[in-house]
Nanobody, 125 residues
Framework: QVQLIESGGGLVQVGGSLRLSCAVSGRTFSTYRMGWFRQTPGKEREFVASISRSGGGTGYADSVKGRFTISRDNAKNTVFLQMNSLKPEDTALYYC??????????????????WGQGTQVTVTS
C-alpha cells in the first residue's frame, strides 16, 4: 500500500515563502508521476503542479507559474513544492498525489491513484 504524507504547511504573510514536502512509502516512487493539488471549502480540487517520473518534465497552473516550483528526490522518495511570493488566494489545503505510469492528464485529479491527507497553507495580509 502506498502512503503519502505531506508536511511543511503553515501560516505565512503575503509575499512570504513555504516549502511543502511529501514523503512516499514504498520502493517504486520513481515509477510515479507526482502532482500537487489544492482545495478550499466549497470548491473543487484544483491542479497546482506536476512532475514526471524522472523529474525532467514539470507543469504548472497558470495561477502559480513563476512563483511555485515542483521538484523531486527519487533517492529519498520525496516530492517538494517551493512556494514563493505567496498571495491570500493561495490559501488552501494542499495535497500531493501519485500516479503510476504515464497515462492520464497530469492536471486531472482522476489520473492519480494515491493521495495524502493534505497540509494547510494560510496566507495572511
Amino acid at each position: 500500500q502506498v502512503q503519502l504524507i505531506e508536511s511543511g504547511g503553515g501560516l505565512v504573510q503575503v509575499g512570504g515563502s513555504l516549502r511543502l514536502s511529501c514523503a512516499v512509502s514504498g520502493r517504486t516512487f520513481s515509477t510515479y508521476r507526482m502532482g500537487w493539488f489544492r482545495q478550499t471549502p466549497g470548491k473543487e480540487r484544483e491542479f497546482v503542479a506536476s512532475i514526471s517520473r524522472s523529474g525532467g518534465g514539470t507543469g504548472y497552473a497558470d495561477s502559480v507559474k513563476g512563483r511555485f516550483t515542483i521538484s523531486r528526490d527519487n533517492a529519498k522518495n520525496t516530492v517538494f513544492l517551493q512556494m514563493n511570493s505567496l498571495k491570500p488566494e493561495d490559501t488552501a489545503l494542499y495535497y500531493c498525489a501519485a500516479a503510476p505510469g504515464i497515462l492520464g492528464a497530469p492536471a486531472t485529479p482522476t489520473s492519480y491513484n494515491y493521495w495524502g491527507q493534505g497540509t494547510q497553507v494560510t496566507v495572511t495580509s
